[in-house]
């Protein structure tokens, strides 16, 4: 299985201020088909998670765009350059790549 | 607009068994395969199963094998998992979700089973 992980699992940051986690997987994401499936998801407490990039980069509809996606090699990071209070929560990794699909641990952003 | 809607939560004694459901609704149920995920308390998530979108063709994760059934109803748009055997460390919250070509951008509201004596 692809194992996914992810650094920082906890993640302080001040309103205003930007915030990088990391995602590396333990083999190529890259499908046979050429693409990429390495997903970001924001999971507030109590709800189910929200999908916020797809296919490493892609922003889903009505995503802000200071949340952004990158990729080099293996790692994968995602970036929230200027914090807001409503970002705080759980975000997490997951790939669509291989069988079985797999996650990242999480990481706990809070502000602080 | 696409809604994935489960069943309510259920508790369950050790060796029992569970069936939970998710009712699709917003989109054409047959065109989607349907994943099953698992989140235990406090913990990540983890892949239990699938079926394909025709209903023909189920994948189940390692260490559910022989413990889970997925099945799906495409008279009413409805998916289902049944876990068998339980133990005390399959409680948690199962989501169903839908599944776009290694991407789930649509999750059911979960349903927690919990497993106790």
């Known amino acids: 299985d692809a194992v996914m992980t992810q650094s920082p699992l906890s993640l302080p940051v001040t309103l205003g201020q930007s915030a990088s986690i990391s995602c590396r997987s333990s083999?190529?994401?890259?499908?046979?088909?050429?693409?990429?499936?390495l997903n970001w998801y924001h999971q507030r407490p109590g709800q189910s998670p929200r999908r916020l990039i797809y296919?490493?980069?892609t922003r889903d509809s009505g995503v802000p765009d200071r949340f952004s996606g990158s990729e080099s090699g293996t790692d994968f990071t995602l970036v929230i350059s200027s914090v807001e209070a409503e970002d705080a929560g759980v975000y997490f990794c997951?790939?669509?790549?291989?069988?079985?699909?797999?996650f990242g641990q999480g990481t706990k952003l809070e502000i602080k | 607009q696409v809604q994935l809607v489960q069943s309510g939560a259920e508790v369950k004694k050790p060796g029992a068994s569970v069936k939970i459901s998710c009712k699709a609704s917003?989109?054409?149920?047959?065109?989607?395969?349907m994943h099953w995920v698992r989140q235990a308390p406090g913990q990540g998530f983890e892949w239990i199963g699938r079926i394909q979108n025709t209903g023909d063709r189920t994948t189940y994760a390692q260490k559910f094998q022989g413990r889970v059934t997925v099945t799906r109803d495409s008279s009413t748009s409805t998916l289902y998992m049944e876990l068998s055997s339980l133990r005390s460390d399959d409680t948690g919250l199962y989501y169903c979700?839908?599944?776009?070509?290694?991407?789930?951008?649509?999750w059911g509201q979960g349903t927690l089973v919990t497993v106790s004596s």
């Open positions: 296919r490493v980069s």
């Open positions: 979700t839908r599944d776009w070509f290694g991407s789930y951008e649509h």
């Open positions: 917003g989109y054409t149920f047959s065109d989607y395969d």
């Open positions: 997951m790939q669509g790549t291989h069988w079985p699909y797999t």
């Open positions: 083999q190529s994401l890259i499908h046979r088909n050429g693409n990429t499936y």
